[in-house]
């Protein structure tokens, strides 16, 4: 069995937002030598989410603007969580609804995908240094 | 390390449904003649989940209603995904709540399940071609 | 290829609540002796949850409240699953929000985990006997 770690590294400059990681998420797999697998792709942050979905610009609008309503920011004095002094509790709500990971089927050594599936990093409490993390297990 | 891969085929009558897809993942791990390893089932569309549940008519009406309030097909011109000419924005955003994948245990040739355990195909946005894959690796 | 199998087993004496099993899951990978793999830690049940979030007692609090608005246990009467006897619809709707299972790397024989990264047991059901799977495969 071979295995391949990689992390990824991020610092958006807005509050929310999402990336499209599947490149990166390629790249890793190339560098694994793996042919057949599977691919963990996950969150090392807990305000933030790996997911897979569209690279659509109105949906990603869509996405923001339904967390939003499901876990609103403000008032940040709704939350207990931010009685610790953080302003950041919708985040972890909102990382919830969206997911910490994707697991992605690796077959003759590439991203066993459907034909819109990509991986985004999704960010609901950017502007600080955040990553992801990349494990490669298979052969 | 033995790897075995399966796609099902699905193309519901309606725009919301569910349907059980234990039995088909069982055949796909006996197929694979694996022992011990884990089973990756997700589905290849970004409108439609693989999860696990109850196979309980009256829990899937339940889910059918709370997704529908959770994020409600019609006006479709409340969402910007939408304006691509789609009408399917909110079958984007259920299959967030009940997620894209399911990764079981395998154990002794069988699925590793607890005593209601019941994977389901989730469909959002019905009346068209889908696929689900099944992806096995271990022992 | 290695794999590993153990049973975590709860009794939560209120209808919801949150258990960290970080511990438990750490031992589990020291018992199985993989360096390099992947955990899978599963609810067995489906109105449970296993999730990595914070460990933070506000935080709890605010997903106790956020999960009751979105998915309300009363009244009763509101849910057709209920309508076979039970009166748990509610924690099979809050258990897809918060998610089955988590999947997670092992590095050098150790859960590789983000700084605040902790995996939680989520009761949405509690006062009977309910267990979590910890399935290990590597080397």
Redesign the interface.
């Known amino acids: 069995?071979k295995?391949h770690?990689k992390e990824l590294l991020f610092n958006l400059p807005e509050r929310m937002g999402f990336v499209n990681i599947t490149p990166q998420v390629e790249t890793a797999v190339r560098e694994s030598g793996v042919r057949?697998?599977?691919v963990?792709v996950?969150?090392?942050?807990?305000t933030a989410s790996v997911?897979?979905?569209?690279d659509?610009?109105?949906?990603h609008?869509?996405?923001r603007d339904?967390l939003e309503r499901?876990?609103p920011h403000a008032p940040v004095a709704q939350?207990?969580?931010?009685?610790?002094g953080e302003d950041n509790?919708d985040a972890?709500?909102k990382?919830?609804?969206?997911?910490?990971?994707?697991?992605?089927?690796i077959?003759g050594g590439r991203l066993?995908?459907?034909?819109?599936?990509q991986i985004f990093y999704g960010e609901f409490d950017g502007r600080r240094d955040k990553?992801v993390?990349v494990?490669i297990?298979?052969?």
């Open positions: 069995m295995s770690r057949e697998g599977l963990l996950n969150a090392m942050h807990i997911f897979i979905n569209d659509e610009r109105g949906l609008q869509d996405y339904w499901l876990a939350y207990r969580h931010n009685d610790t509790a972890h709500l990382r919830q609804v969206m997911g910490r990971e994707v697991v992605v089927a077959t066993d995908f459907g034909p819109w599936e990553r993390l494990k297990i298979g052969e």
